[in-house]
Nanobody, 126 residues
Framework: QVQLVESGGGSVQPGGSLRLSCAAS????????MGWFRQAPGKEREGVAA???????IYTDSVKGRFTISRDNAKNTLYLQMNSLKPEDTAMYYC????????????????????WGQGTQVTVSS
């Protein structure tokens, strides 16, 4: 049974930083694509960043240069380092895991992923 558990969310002022973690179990962690998504109230779920098993990454334009996705295969953990946070980054953040390696063009599409965590809230406000 695959389980993804996110942690690290919280409240921070604009310009601040947070690091999200996603611990995976019951999953061949190192083999497949994984990603971070977010959903703000009244908005659709948005792909934020994704990383393939070879370490290649992709980001949505609004977070490029501010967010960094990484994975520690030894710890079965996915990370999202978020710097220079803005109020528009406020959302529930979800970790997602695919059942295969994804083509680059599909890595930020939520329909490409099979497994999801419960989410962790990030609030950026002064």
């Amino acid at each position: 049974q695959v389980q993804l558990v996110e942690s690290g969310g919280g409240s921070v002022q604009p310009g601040g930083s947070l690091r999200l973690s996603c611990a995976a179990s019951g999953y061949t962690y190192s083999t497949y694509s994984m990603g971070w998504f977010r959903q703000a109230p009244g908005k659709e779920r948005e792909g934020v960043a994704a990383v393939d098993s070879d370490g290649s990454t992709i980001y949505t334009d609004s977070v490029k240069g501010r967010f960094t996705i990484s994975r520690d295969n030894a710890k079965n953990t996915l990370y999202l380092q978020m710097n220079s946070l803005k109020p528009e980054d406020t959302a529930m953040y979800y970790c997602a895991a695919a059942e295969r390696r994804l083509s680059w063009w599909s890595r930020l599409q939520h329909g490409s992923y099979t497994y999801w965590g419960q989410g962790t809230q990030v609030t950026v406000s002064s």
